[in-house]
């Protein structure tokens, strides 16, 4: 069946610093779309790619989606203390009724 | 309510005792998704309801594990005989028709004794 992997798990990073996550997919998606999990919290829908190398900006955040639509990026800009939380990526594959696929996260620490 | 809600928002029970928990999608949501999540875990998918078509049943970890989802709306997910491993905060999403963005519920906190 279809797999999205995020790799790595967990990420720390100093505040200012720059970060930069990647999603893949064993197949090729419709589309893909992100969501935050903040501690504590539910996951929160952020953002869809649908069209091949399309880019997308969220003030400081990034994404980007690949040309094949098999792959995916999310960069933050300038890391703040409020960006701490886990990001899934979700990918859709092609055909009706195909079900959203969630990556495992990545874990987002960053140091004041 | 506009969002997804969820009940109980907690539970306890003891080794062996049936649960239930509720779903309330968004009203019109024509998609709706069960998910268990472990502590500091990923989002472990269960089930998938997709309007009047057959359940998309292959995350349920046995057949302890069911759902029904009634009239297109509310869902139940029930736990036959639970053990301690099925502690987990168990999450509810649905989807519109129009974005297939996933609205998710504040979840059920499942502690197993």
């Known amino acids: 069946g279809q797999q999205v992997m995020q790799i790595p798990q967990y990420q720390h990073v100093q505040e200012g610093e720059d970060f930069t996550t990647y999603c893949n997919s064993s197949?090729?998606?419709?589309?893909i779309q992100w969501y935050k999990q903040r501690p504590g919290g539910h996951p929160v829908f952020l953002i869809q790619?649908?069209?091949?190398?399309e880019v997308k900006k969220q003030k400081r955040l990034t994404f980007q989606f690949g040309e094949a639509k098999k792959n995916s990026s999310l960069h933050i800009t300038a890391t703040q203390t409020t960006d701490v939380g886990t990001y899934f990526c979700?990918?859709?594959?092609?055909?009706?009724?195909?079900?959203?696929?969630f990556g495992k996260g990545i874990t987002l620490s960053v140091r004041p | 309510g506009a969002g997804v809600s969820q009940s109980p928002s907690n539970k306890v029970t003891e080794k062996g005792k049936d649960v239930e928990l509720r779903c309330d999608p968004i009203s019109g949501h024509t998609a709706l998704y069960w998910y268990r999540q472990s502590l500091g875990q990923g989002l472990e998918f269960l089930i998938y309801?997709?309007?009047?078509?057959?359940?998309?049943k292959s995350g349920l970890p046995s057949d302890r594990f069911s759902a029904e989802r009634t009239g297109g709306s509310v869902s139940t997910l029930t736990i036959q005989r639970t053990q301690q491993e099925d502690s987990a905060v168990y999450l509810c999403a649905s989807e519109g028709r129009v974005s297939n963005e996933q609205f998710f519920g504040p979840g059920t906190r499942l502690t197993v004794l």
């Open positions: 309801f997709q309007g009047n078509s057959a359940p998309d």
């Open positions: 979700a990918g859709e594959a092609a055909g009706a009724n195909s079900k959203l696929t």
């Open positions: 790619l649908v069209k091949s190398g």
């Open positions: 197949t090729t998606l419709s589309n």
